[in-house]
């Protein structure tokens, strides 16, 4: 089991960059995929992007590729994610999730273990 704390969260305006982390608890960090996922206001929660356990795949929403990147750093049991080109429809609640035994799916089932989540609010 591991216990998961974002941080990272804040208001920005459209078009800057802002980086999430989230630490994790537990020596077997590096044995999960770790994932984000986000909550728009008034929306169910929906997949931004996933990583394996080793770092070396990832996948991600159509509506984030190519201005978000995760990364890991399993020395610092921390998860990462880049988000550049900030636009308001970003702005929700972004949690961290961990998942053991599977790849970087997209599926919120799939993932066992929930941080509390971040607010970002990105004004237009």
């Known amino acids: 089991q591991v216990q998961l704390v974002e941080s990272g969260g804040g208001l920005v305006q459209a078009g800057v960059s802002l980086r999430l982390s989230c630490a994790a608890s537990g020596r077997t960090f590096s044995t999960y995929t770790m994932g984000w996922f986000r909550q728009p206001p008034g929306k169910e929660r929906e997949f931004v992007a996933a990583?394996?356990?080793?770092?070396?795949?990832?996948s991600y929403a159509d509506s984030v590729k190519g201005r978000f990147t995760i990364s890991r750093d399993n020395a610092k049991n921390t998860v990462y994610l880049q988000m550049n080109s900030l636009k308001p429809e970003d702005t929700a609640v972004y949690y961290c999730a961990a998942a053991r035994g599977v790849a970087p799916v997209q599926y919120a089932s799939a993932y066992s273990n929930w941080g509390q989540g971040t607010q970002v609010t990105v004004s237009s």
């Open positions: 990583i394996s356990w080793t770092g070396g795949r990832t």
